[in-house]
């Protein structure tokens, strides 16, 4: 059941991890049609805030890692040049699963092409773009302030998009219709119908062997989620699903796992659970987690937190 609590603190970990802002276009135009989640990175929360500092610093997932990494051996500092860091998933149908970074912020092309002039690297041109290898995966610029990551596929694969060679994400209404009610938070996440499915199965553990559950997954449409830092954390979860309904049954079954956890909870981990409200809203699970900074930090700290974020 360890798992059941990491949907209100950490649903976003077994994936990755994201604070976030509102999409760009340059963005937009480049995450491919078939997109099974989208999260973002907002720098300039990450600087307005200790807490969301120290959340990053304490679940800082490999993918997010590797892409600072790529940016710092371009010459950008994340820490002060990036305002937005964009991640997406995205199926392929010959390579799987695959995932692109979107950097935006006060780079200089000038100066980065510079470096990597001085440092021999040597662009491969796609249609008219110029993609340099570095630290495992490829870069291009889509504007002046605007960098693409990924590996060479998933690259090209975005900028079939972008060029109206392939569907982008524009093309996908259910998915673009997430976003619009949660961009605007400090995190903010939307996945697709099967990223949900993925997501739901996590974070209720046991209970999602129950029959009931085999039933739901199958009539979900898709989920969001947003987090806030300016008065405590705030976290929201919306699971939209097909009807009233199945929106009912699942806050059910989240009461029932939230009623198990809580028997045998001491410490942060029944301040997770107490500080988490579960409801259904028509045809939408409704997760709310709420609590302020002193004690958010003491739930970072501990050993349960390290448990659940692995």
Known sequence: MKRFFSLAVLLIVPASFAFAAALGTAARNVIPAEVQQIISVDYRALRDSSTALSLKDRVLPDNLKQFETALKSTGVNPEKDVDQLTFALFRTEKNGLKVIGVASGEFSPKTVLARFKKQKVVAQKYRSTQIFPLSGMQMAFLDDWTMLFGDTTAIKAALDARSGDAQSLSSNGNVSDLIGSVEGGSIWSV????????????????????????????????????????????????????????????????????????????????????????????????????????????????????????
Request: charged fraction near 30%; charge should be neutral.
């Open 191 to 310: 996945l697709d119908d099967k990223g949900s499915q993925n997501m739901l199965r996590s974070a209720l553990g046991d209970v999602s062997k129950l029959a009931d559950y085999d039933m739901v997954k199958k009539r979900l449409i898709g989920s969001r989620y947003q987090m806030n830092f300016s008065n405590g954390v705030n976290f929201d979860l919306d699971i939209i699903t097909s009807d009233s309904m199945t929106a009912s049954t699942l806050s059910s079954m989240l009461q029932l796992g939230k009623r198990l956890k809580a028997t045998n909870a001491t410490g942060a981990e029944k301040l997770a659970i107490d500080s988490m409200a579960v409801d259904s809203d028509s045809n939408q699970l409704k997760v709310h987690f709420k609590t302020d900074d002193k004690k958010f930090e003491t739930l970072l700290r501990s050993d349960l937190f390290a448990s659940v974020s692995r």
